[in-house]
């Protein structure tokens, strides 16, 4: 129940084309859903967050989606640019104890 | 802007070594948190602290121990290093359990390698 799945587990899309990642959880004890963006040689960097309240959050080329119902969750990047090639992670939090549980993460590589 | 450093960001022991992974943040967060990272598996909790003197074990305790004498820094010990702890280790901090939807930040992680 704790478990948060995360698919793909690699993603190649063309420079311009939309990334799409998913992610789905069980536990409705959840109650903050960030994703993580991390580069080779560095730590984990919360990219942009959402509450379940909330059916959809957009910052930039990044937008969260959220289906309280479905208990699942996506993370879409727009005109997707090789930049972008990094390890994104999903995640939820538990307001009780602060823990963050993690998807496994998804390699996106943008081809140029 | 939140920065949390780990003392290493590679180290080469040899089994049977105690090591010692140290972990600073500088924003005066509550909470710390020690996760391994490998290939495949994501990021998996070994041990956090929500206070001094504070320690919680995470998922995957065994082998382990923390030490948290001072808010600001948050120590992961390897009693007796094995070769299965060879890993991305890797140091997060939040402000506080009080503060609710609050992110973790992470250090750049320390790769640890067991001979």
């Known amino acids: 129940q704790q478990q948060v799945k995360q698919s793909p587990q690699s993603l190649i899309v063309q420079k311009g084309g939309i990334s799409i990642i998913n992610c789905a959880y069980e536990n409705t004890a959840f109650d903050y859903f960030p994703w993580y963006q991390q580069f080779p040689g560095k730590g984990p960097a919360l990219l942009i967050a959402i509450r379940p309240d909330v059916s959809e959050k957009k910052e930039g080329r990044f937008t969260i989606s959220f289906n309280k119902s479905a208990k699942q969750f996506s993370l879409h990047i727009m005109d997707s640019q090789p930049g972008d090639s990094a390890t994104y992670f999903c995640a939820a939090i538990n307001r009780r104890d602060d823990k963050i549980i993690f998807g496994k993460g998804t390699r996106l590589h943008i081809l140029p | 802007d939140v920065k949390v450093t780990q003392s290493s960001r590679y180290l080469v022991k040899r089994t049977g070594e105690k090591v010692f992974l140290e972990c600073v943040q500088d924003?005066?967060?509550?909470?710390m948190f020690w996760y391994r990272q490998d290939p495949g598996l994501g990021l998996r909790l070994i041990y956090f602290?929500?206070?001094?003197?504070?320690?919680e074990k995470g998922d995957i305790p065994e082998g382990y121990s923390v030490s948290r004498e001072k808010k600001e820094r948050f120590s992961l010990i390897l009693e007796s290093a094995s070769t299965n702890q060879t890993s991305m280790y890797l140091c997060?901090?939040?402000?506080?359990?009080?503060?609710?939807?609050?992110?973790?930040?992470f250090g750049d992680g320390t790769r640890l390698s067991i001979l």
């Open positions: 602290s929500y206070d001094v003197k504070m320690k």
């Open positions: 997060a901090s939040s402000l506080s359990r009080d503060t609710s939807n609050q992110p973790q930040h």
């Open positions: 924003m005066d967060h509550e909470n």
